[in-house]
């Protein structure tokens, strides 16, 4: 089994190059995949990125079940992976793209101080998007890009909102906000918890994507995407190659 370093420097190389790699095998556990995952991190920030939150990953029972687990994952966002609102992404910038309707936050002082409708860009660094628990905690739980609509304050009752996920004016998907843990605000304590537990914490103003309200789509060239969240607004993006 490789270190934790050689396996940053093989995902990082992946995600720098393009080029999907094949699933790293068996004999990593969660807990040093989270050491891989910060390591893999680290080569971004080293490259001048900086860190702006943290993401939750497999939210949903769906996604839950598909995985075999029942414990949530999170990974770390950076403000190079911040699109902005109708802003494009590039194909040539990833290795097999997928977008998902999500529900931000902006944390301040340990609560949340605004909410928005997102878009979450994910893009596995493994071949097929296949991959066990720990190989995507590794591989900061497919953390590629996101896209925020406009922060505003935190109506009551987030948790049974419709969310559409539109692609060229069509509809693709449909959801709810109770795909996100139940209830998106479970995010924040959830987030708290397993950030914690890893040593960190949620600095004033972080980002928190919540978590996925539908299933992901695949990007491809020329396409419109827009979320809708109930009462909330949209998010969009454009793809080019
Ligand atoms: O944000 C997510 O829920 C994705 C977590 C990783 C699994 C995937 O890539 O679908
Ligand atoms: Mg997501």
Do not use: C
């Not at 040539?92 to 931000?104: C, R, S």
């Amino acid at each position: 089994m490789k270190t934790v370093d050689q396996l940053a420097a093989h995902l990082d190389a992946a995600a720098t190059s393009r080029a999907a790699v094949p699933q790293l095998g068996a004999g990593l556990d969660v807990p040093t995949a989270y050491r891989v995952q910060e390591a893999v991190v680290a080569h971004r920030v080293a490259r001048g990125e900086r860190l702006i939150g943290v993401k939750l990953g497999l939210t949903s029972r769906a996604k839950m079940a598909q995985m075999g687990v029942d414990e949530v994952i999170w990974g770390r966002l950076t403000d190079a992976m911040r699109v902005p609102d109708g802003g494009t992404i590039r194909l040539g910038d990833h290795i097999h793209p997928k977008a998902e309707p999500e529900v931000a936050f902006l944390v301040r002082g340990g609560a949340v101080a605004a909410v928005a409708p997102a878009i979450e860009v994910i893009d596995s660094r493994y071949v097929d998007f296949r991959f066990t628990l720990p190989e995507v905690v590794a591989d900061n739980t497919s953390a590629s890009g996101f896209v925020l609509g406009a922060w505003q304050p935190v109506p009551d009752g987030i948790d049974n909102l419709g969310v559409l996920l539109e692609v060229d004016g069509r509809v693709v998907q449909v959801g709810s906000t109770a795909a996100i843990l139940g209830d998106p605000r479970r995010a924040l304590p959830d987030a708290v918890r397993l950030v914690g537990a890893d040593g960190g914490e949620l600095a004033d103003d972080s980002i928190l994507l919540a978590g996925a309200a539908t299933a992901a789509v695949p990007l491809r060239d020329g396409a419109h995407v827009r979320v809708t969240v109930e009462g909330l607004g949209t998010a969009s993006l454009r793809v080019a190659s």
